[in-house]
DNA sequence: GTCCAGGGAATCA
DNA sequence: TGATTCCATGGA
C-alpha cells in the first residue's frame, strides 16, 4: 500500500507481486530496472499505468524542494518514492481495513481474503491470489469476513461490497469523476470511509495528488515542522488541511508521502 | 496485564 | 461542528 522504492536505500534485489490480474517482478541490473511477469495484457502498458511512469517526478521533486529545507531533506531521503496507481476497488477495501490497525495485520487480512475469495496464479512455482471482484468478495458473510480476521471492519466491508454490488454506487463513476470534493462526498457515502480513508483512495488509486491525508505520523511531522503545539493530538485537521494547501498546493499529497515515509524511516 | 496500530461511527454537548 | 468512547485483534 502506498509507495514503492527505487530500491537504492533497501537492498531490495528483487520484488514480486501482484496487481490486478497480474503478476510482476520487479528487478534492478546495473542502473536498469527490469520488469517481468505474467500479464493481463501488454506488460508495458501495465507497468507504465502501476508505476505511474507518466509522471515525471524530477519536476515534482524540484517544487516541492523548492517550498522549504524540511521538504528538501525529506525528498532527499526518499527520492525513489513513486505513487503507485492501485487499483480502485482493493485499494477501497484495503483502506477500510487500515482503520486503527498495524500494517503487517493489514497486509495478512488482505492475503487471507485473495487466498480464500481470489483466483489463483502461479509464477515461478509460487503462488499468488489475485484480490476479489465485487462479484467474489460478495460471497464472504459477516461471519466469514470476521474469522479472516478483520474484527469490528467486517460488517464496514461486507456493506460497501453489497452497495457495489447493487450498483448504487459504481467504480466508474468514481474513476470518472474529477472533481475531487464531488468524489469526496461520494466516498464518504461508503461504509468504514472517512476523510482519512476516502483522501488515500483518491491519492493511492485515482492520482488525486492534491489530497492530504491526515493521519498520525503526519500530525505528528507537521507540527514538529511547522506549529510546535505540546499535545499534537489537539491540533485541528482543518488547520493541518489548510497549512498543506497553502505551503504544497496541488502537490500536496505528493508531499504527504516524502513526509510520511521521512518520519517513519528515519529516527 | 497494558498499550498501540496510517480511524470510523455513534453519541452527546 | 467538536469532543469522547467503543470497536476486534495480535504483537511488543
Partial sequence: MGSVLDGTKKKIGSYTGIFKKNVLNVKKENEKIIFKG??????????????????????????????DDYLKTSIEYGKGIRILNQDLWETIISFII????????????????????????VYNEKEYYTFP????????????????????????????????????ITLEE????????????????????????????????????????IDVWVRRVMNELYIKEEDETKVSKTLLSNLAKEKYQDLAGLAQQYLFYWKREAS
Avoid at 141 to 158: A, H, M, W
Fill in 38 to 67: 505474467i500479464c493481463d495484457g501488454d506488460i508495458k502498458e501495465i507497468c507504465r499505468e502501476y508505476f505511474d511512469l507518466e509522471t515525471d517526478y524530477e519536476k515534482i521533486k524540484e517544487r516541492l524542494s523548492k517550498v
Fill in 98 to 121: 487500515s482503520a486503527n490497525n498495524n500494517i503487517p495485520r493489514i497486509k495478512g487480512i488482505i492475503e487471507r481474503i485473495s487466498q480464500k475469495y481470489g483466483k489463483k496464479i
Fill in 133 to 168: 471482484t465485487i462479484e467474489e468478495l460478495s460471497k464472504a458473510s459477516v461471519q466469514d469476513l470476521r474469522e479472516l480476521g478483520t474484527g469490528f471492519r467486517d460488517k464496514r466491508i461486507y456493506e460497501t461490497t453489497r452497495k457495489f454490488l447493487e450498483k448504487e
Fill in 174 to 213: 468514481l474513476e470518472k469523476e474529477q472533481n475531487v470534493d464531488t468524489l469526496r462526498e461520494k466516498l464518504l457515502e461508503l461504509s468504514g470511509v472517512g476523510q482519512k480513508v476516502a483522501d488515500c483512495i483518491m491519492l493511492f488509486a485515482l492520482k488525486k495528488y492534491s489530497v492530504f491525508p
